[in-house]
């Protein structure tokens, strides 16, 4: 089945199976490896995606359903938000094994972009579906704070709120 997908901004066309997942797709044929497969069913979260700014499981997404434009670890970094979250994960030293990083940030770059000053319960929400075996979710937490924090300055001096 030939199919156009978007991704990080470009077009790809691809001929693969359609029950084929987007996380194979994106890995295995257009070589984007940042999204990372572990679970395999959709619980661990170190395959997200945003799909129209949405986290999505690509590992449970078949790629003849995927609609929008799906936007990876490899494309989320040039979002200032991500920049944020990125730059406030290395001052937290958030990531150890560092496997379920690219889910992680994924899922704070969507909470960010709809929640400019989320509490510590909505955090917890918005990233409880990203398991991290590292047990780093404190500093996650905090990350995301500081990010959050950085981004509202950002904007107040730009003289926006």
Known sequence: MSLTLYVNEDAY???VDGDMPLLWVLRDELGMTGTKYSCGI???GACSVLV???PMRSCMLRVAETRGKVTTIEGVVENPTARAVVEAWVAAQVAQCGYCQPGQIINAVSLLAGNAAP????IEEALSGVLCRCGTYSRIRQAVKVAAQQLSAARRGQGTS
């Open 119 to 122: 509490s510590d319960d909505e």
């Open 52 to 54: 129209d700014g949405v």
């Open 13 to 15: 066309e691809v001929d």
């Open 42 to 44: 959709g619980v661990c």
